[in-house]
């Protein structure tokens, strides 16, 4: 069974979007509690589904020669989960909690428009 260059883009930003996802739950839990392990384990893990999310850009780009624009994306939220990392790190939540729910958002957005490209394409 062969992965192609797109569909692992799609596997990279899907698992990018949970983990983020799974960082604002614990990161409410971690509000209103004592403390979440969970918060600070997640942290890592989405860090590792951004540099996946790069690699996974650099794959699908490279075999088919075609546009280097998701290399950009990918990079943006490598800077993005980079701040993010050590916002949390400093304890400066009044930037950390509103860049995590950009991110969210944005990675929900490529995993959206991915979908509706991939759509287009087999139609």
């Known amino acids: 069974m062969t992965v192609h260059g797109p569909a692992i883009l799609k596997i990279a930003v899907a698992l990018q979007t949970l983990s983020i996802f799974f960082q604002a739950a614990t990161a409410?839990?971690?509000?209103s509690s004592r403390g979440s392990e969970l918060h600070h384990i997640g942290s890592p893990v989405m860090y590792g589904?951004?540099?996946?999310?790069v690699i996974a850009a650099i794959l699908a780009w490279r075999p088919g020669g075609g546009t280097p624009r998701p290399i950009l994306y990918a990079a943006g939220f490598l800077v993005l989960a980079s701040a993010q990392v050590a916002l949390g790190i400093a304890g400066m939540t009044p930037l950390h909690v509103p860049?995590?729910?950009?991110?969210?958002g944005l990675s929900l957005l490529t995993l959206a428009?991915?979908?509706?490209?991939s759509r287009g394409e087999s139609t």
Not at 28 to 31: A, N, R, S
Request: charged share 15%; glycine share 10%.
């Open 28 to 31: 409410g839990i971690l509000m």
């Open 113 to 117: 428009r991915m979908r509706t490209e």
């Open 49 to 53: 589904a951004t540099v996946l999310y």
């Open 99 to 104: 860049l995590g729910v950009l991110m969210f």
